[in-house]
C-alpha cells in the first residue's frame, strides 16, 4: 500500500488546457473527421468552404443523416481488419526488441513485425484487385462515412477498455496522467503501456490497424477513380503522386517500427483517447483526405508541376530520413559520420553537430515540408486539402514545445546548455 504513491504519484499539472481542453478535443476530433468528410466529398457536392459550415449544421436536424452515419457492412469489414491486424501480430514471425528503460528499471520487449503484416495486407489487396479488378477495391472510398463511425466507436472502446484496465493493483500508470479527474485521464491515458500479456496495446495501435488501413484507403481511392475514368492508365497523375508520397512514409515508418520506441508517445504519454483516436480514426480518415478529393476532382498536373512537387517531397524526405537516422543511430550506439556530442549529467548523450545542431527538431521540418508537397497535388481550387498541413505545423509546433519540456525535467541544466548551443527549436535561422 505504502509503495503505490511512490510508483505512481499524483499528476499535478495540466497539459492541453487541463479538461475543458481535452473535453475539447475528445468531441472535437470524431466531429472534425466527419466535418471533414460531410464538408468535402462526392456525397456532398464537393467542398466549397463557404456552404461546409451551413450544410452540416442543417443536416444535423434529420435524423435519416444520423442513421447514415452508421453501416453494418463497413463495421463488420472494420472489424475483421482489426482482427486480422492482432493475429498477424500473433502468428507472423518477428525479431524481439527491447525498449527504454522504464522508471522501474524494467524494460518491455517488442515483436517487430508490422513491415511483414503490412506486406501481407498489401499482397492480398493488389492480389484481390489484380483478379477482380479495380471496382472490387473501392469500398472503402464508397462507405468512408461508415468507416469514420467503426473507427470512431473503436477508438473509444480502446480507450474505455484501458482507462477501467489501468485500476488493477500494480499496473504503471504515465507521469502525466493520474490526476483523478475523468476526463482529462480518459484523454491522455492512464496506463503508461496497457498490455495483455506480451501484446502492448499502445505501440500496436500506433502503427497497425491505423497507420497500414491510411495506406489501403489511399489504394481505394485510386481504384475509385480507376472506377470512374475507365482504368489505372486513366488514373490522374496527381493522384499517383500523393498514393507514392504518403505510401513511401507509411512504408519507412513501418519499414523502421523499432524507432518508436523512443519516441514521447511511447516513452511518456499514456495510451488514452488521444492516441486511440489519433491512430485508428484521425490517421486513416484525416490523412487521406488529400487522395479521396482528387477521386472526385481530379488534377492533372503535367511534368513540370511533377517535377517542382516530387523535389519539394524529396527534400522533405531527405531532411525527415537523414535527421531521424543521425538520432536513431546514435541512440544505438552508432555515430557513423563522427557527429559532435557532449554527455549528460545523466550519462546520455547529446548530438551537437549534423541535423541535431542545428535545430533541436530538425525532423519536423522534413515532416512538414512533406505534408506540403501531399497538398500541392491537390491544386488550389480549395484550401481544405491543405488542412492537413495546418494541423500538422499545429501538432509539431506544440509536440516540440511538450517534449522540450520533457527534456528539461530529463535533463534539467544540461538540457539549458544544449538550448543554447541549439537556439532554433524547428526551422534553422527561423524558429
Ligand atoms: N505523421 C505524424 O502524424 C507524426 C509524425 N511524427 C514524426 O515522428 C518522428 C519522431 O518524432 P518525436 O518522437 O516527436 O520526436 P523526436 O524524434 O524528435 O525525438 C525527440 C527525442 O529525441 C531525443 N533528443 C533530442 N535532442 C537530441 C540530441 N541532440 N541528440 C540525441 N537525442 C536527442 C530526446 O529523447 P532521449 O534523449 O530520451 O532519447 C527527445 O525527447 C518525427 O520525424 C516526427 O516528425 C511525430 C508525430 C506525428
Ligand atoms: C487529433 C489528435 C487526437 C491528435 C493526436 C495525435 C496523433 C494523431 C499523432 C500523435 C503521434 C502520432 C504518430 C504518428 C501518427 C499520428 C500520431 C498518432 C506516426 C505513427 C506517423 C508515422 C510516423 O513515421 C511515426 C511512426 C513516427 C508517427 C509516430 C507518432
Given amino acids: 500500500m505504502e509503495k503505490q504513491p511512490l510508483l505512481n504519484p499524483r499528476t499535478t499539472s495540466y497539459e492541453f488546457l487541463g479538461p475543458p481542453g481535452a473535453l475539447l478535443i475528445t468531441l472535437g476530433v470524431p466531429s472534425l473527421t466527419y466535418g471533414l468528410y460531410f464538408g468535402c466529398s462526392e456525397e456532398s457536392g464537393g467542398c466549397p468552404p463557404k456552404l461546409v459550415l451551413s450544410r452540416i449544421f442543417l443536416s444535423l436536424a434529420d435524423p435519416e443523416w444520423w442513421k447514415g452515419l452508421w453501416d453494418a457492412q463497413a463495421a463488420l469489414i472494420y472489424l475483421a481488419w482489426y482482427t486480422f491486424c492482432i493475429v498477424s ?14 522508471r522501474t528499471g524494467a524494460k518491455k520487449t517488442y515483436k517487430i513485425n508490422a513491415f511483414s503484416t503490412f506486406s501481407l495486407a498489401l499482397s492480398l489487396t493488389l492480389g484481390g484487385i489484380y483478379l477482380y479488378g479495380p471496382q472490387s477495391f473501392t469500398f472503402l472510398y464508397d462507405k468512408f462515412v461508415g468507416f469514420v463511425t467503426a473507427a470512431i466507436i473503436a477508438s473509444v472502446c480502446q480507450a474505455t477498455f484501458c482507462y477501467a484496465f489501468s485500476f488493477r493493483p500494480g499496473s504503471l500508470l504515465a507521469l502525466g496522467g493520474n490526476t483523478g479527474n475523468f476526463v482529462y485521464d480518459f484523454f491522455i491515458g ?15 495501435h500506433e502503427i497497425r490497424p491505423g497507420l497500414i488501413l491510411w495506406a489501403l484507403v489511399d489504394i481505394s481511392m485510386v ?41 514521447m508517445d511511447i516513452t511518456t504519454d499514456g495510451f488514452g483517447f488521444m492516441l486511440a483516436v489519433g491512430d485508428l480514426t484521425w490517421v486513416p480518415f484525416v490523412y487521406s483526405l488529400q487522395a479521396r478529393y482528387l477521386v472526385f476532382n481530379p488534377v492533372e498536373l503535367g511534368p513540370v508541376w511533377i517535377a517542382a512537387i516530387v523535389l519539394f517531397n524529396a527534400a522533405g524526405l531527405y531532411i525527415f530520413r537523414t535527421a531521424n537516422s543521425e538520432k536513431n543511430d546514435f541512440r544505438r550506439g552508432a555515430n557513423p559520420k563522427n557527429l559532435e556530442f557532449f554527455t549528460t549529467e545523466s550519462g546520455t548523450k547529446l548530438l551537437t553537430s549534423g541535423w541535431w545542431g542545428a535545430s533541436r527538431h530538425p525532423n519536423y521540418l522534413g515532416d512538414i515540408l512533406m505534408a506540403l508537397a501531399w497538398s500541392l497535388p491537390t491544386g488550389f481550387d480549395t484550401p481544405i486539402t491543405y488542412f492537413y498541413v495546418v494541423y500538422f505545423a499545429g ?17 534539467g541544466k544540461d538540457w539549458k546548455k544544449y538550448m543554447e548551443l541549439v537556439p532554433y527549436r524547428i526551422i534553422p535561422y527561423v524558429y
Fill in 190 to 204: 492512464r496506463e503508461l503501456n496497457p498490455s495483455i500479456g506480451s501484446f502492448d496495446i499502445k505501440t500496436f
Fill in 223 to 263: 481504384c475509385a477513380q480507376a472506377t470512374r475514368r475507365g482504368g489505372f492508365g486513366k488514373v490522374t497523375d496527381s493522384l499517383w503522386l500523393v498514393l507514392l508520397f504518403q505510401g513511401g512514409y507509411i512504408t519507412d515508418s513501418l519499414y523502421n517500427e523499432s524507432d518508436i520506441f523512443r519516441q
Fill in 395 to 411: 501538432l509539431l509546433i506544440h509536440r516540440q514545445r511538450r517534449d522540450d519540456e520533457n527534456c528539461k525535467r530529463k535533463y
Fill in 89 to 102: 501480430w500473433a502468428i507472423l514471425p518477428g525479431e524481439r526488441v527491447e525498449g527504454t528503460t522504464l
